[in-house]
T-cell receptor
Framework: EDQVTQSPEALRLQEGESSSLNCSYT??????LFWYRQDPGKGPEFLFT???AGEEKEKERLKATLTKKESFLHITAPKPEDSATYLC????????????FGKGTLLTVNP | DADVTQTPRNRITKTGKRIMLECSQT?????MYWYRQDPGLGLRLIYY???????NKGEISDGYSVSRQAQAKFSLSLESAIPNQTALYFC???????????FGNGTRLTVT
């Protein structure tokens, strides 16, 4: 069965303390891997799409990377406003549409 | 204004009642989706539609039905609500291919 596992489930950082979130997957035929940010009471907000191993995308303090088995979301010098739940999702090739979401990592950045 | 609008934002209903959740979008996307989010289970796909005449079941469609009234409107119905349908429901849209999903802000549904 295709699976997407995010770790850790929760992460507390001090402002300025860099770290990484992990998304590992066991799907075959990956078509794309997506990262989203979700704030309390809101829908997920799209951050990045990665398509192939070795690819990297950056946006402000966030950088997403992809290997054949996992993706990392690196957060450099985080600020309290980076606090949110970060979700990853994988899309398979060969089908009309199937997006499998991980359960998310709750990030809290303390001032 | 939000690109993907869901109504209502919150709803409390009783077991056995029929309810409808509505979604409208101004993004001009053909593809629309309904997801359910539960603590510890993540987001799961209920139904999806690639155009007005196309409706497809997702992984957890039992107990739900949908209607695609127009390109911009996609509604989710619970014919006879039960307590384990208490959850946060999200509508989303996307463009063609592997374009990312764009989500509404959700409807929090409580079935008592």
């Amino acid at each position: 069965e295709d699976q997407v596992t995010q770790s850790p489930e929760a992460l507390r950082l001090q402002e300025g303390e860099s770290s990484s979130l992990n998304c590992s997957y066991t799907v075959s035929g990956l078509r794309g891997l997506f990262w989203y940010r979700q704030d309390p009471g809101k829908g997920p907000e799209f951050l990045f799409t990665l398509y192939s191993a070795g690819e990297e995308k950056e946006k402000e303090r966030l950088k997403a990377t992809l290997t054949k088995k996992e993706s990392f979301l690196h957060i450099t010098a985080p600020k309290p406003e980076d606090s949110a739940t970060y979700l990853c999702a994988v899309q398979l090739g060969g089908s009309n549409y199937k997006l499998t979401f991980g359960k998310g990592t709750l990030l809290t950045v303390n001032p | 204004d939000a690109d993907v609008t869901q109504t209502p934002r919150n709803r409390i209903t009783k077991t056995g009642k029929r309810i409808m959740l509505e979604c409208s979008q101004t993004k001009g996307h053909d593809r629309m989706y309904w997801y359910r989010q539960d603590p510890g289970l993540g987001l799961r796909l209920i139904y999806y539609s690639f155009d007005v005449k196309d409706i497809n079941k997702g992984e957890i469609s039992d107990g739900y039905s949908v209607s695609r009234q127009a390109q911009a409107k996609f509604s989710l119905s619970l014919e006879s609500a039960i307590p384990n349908q208490t959850a946060l429901y999200f509508c989303a849209t996307s463009g063609q291919g592997n374009s990312p999903l764009h989500f509404g802000n959700g409807t929090r549904l409580t079935v008592t």
